[in-house]
């Protein structure tokens, strides 16, 4: 099962779309299980947010304009412009302001800051491909992406998130961390979204919640 090794930010939108949208994921998820289990590969279509957070990492390092990528990738992919058109627009909102109020040094982190953590009775949640800087000369920030348009990433669930990349990577601190809703182009942290102190019980009361529907959908598939 793909939820026993999940992806924070494929969890975090499981966990709070609607219901019909929740029900669709899962049944999607499933059938891919299905395909993949009797050697059909995987057929989710490949990743279209992967190529555009790489260029807007490289964005960000100084390596290539996103506007102009974003042309490139709409150019050999015509299916995906929308999409492509308003990660870019809600990346840049977010990066130049921020980087306007701000106005101070920053360097690239170069390490492949990543993670996994388990939750007991449900699976593990990888925390992977992160965008890292060094602002001025001792502060961090090890931002971590939400690409889905639907739902949009709310203060619950952005206090989830912090709290599991709080929990799970090593060498930073819970005030490092940011949670990035790309197209929305906002960004979360503790100083706008502090943690409650139910974190932990209520990410693993969904995760698990989600879980076992899955496990009740599959046997439909039996």
Known sequence: MSFELIGLGKLLNAMYASNSQRITLLRSDIRSEIKKAEGFGNSTGGDFYGPFW??????????????????????????????????????????????????????????????????????????????????????HRIIYPYFCEDPSLCDEAARLGLWLMSK??????LQDMRLLDIIKGRSFSTLDTPLAGNEEKLFADKYKSLVSEWNALRAEYA
């Open 54 to 139: 790489a260029d807007a990492k490289r964005h960000v390092a100084g390596e290539l304009d996103l506007r102009l990528a974003t042309i490139a990738r709409i150019e050999s992919n015509k299916g995906r412009e929308r999409l492509y058109t308003i990660l870019k627009d809600g990346f840049l909102l977010w990066w130049e302001e921020k980087r306007r109020l701000r106005n101070v040094p920053f360097s690239v982190i170069p390490d492949n800051i990543k993670a996994r953590f388990e939750i007991a009775g449900a699976g593990t949640v990888k925390v992977e491909n992160t965008l890292s800087i060094t602002v001025g000369d001792t502060g």
């Open 168 to 173: 799970s990577i090593e060498g930073y601190a």
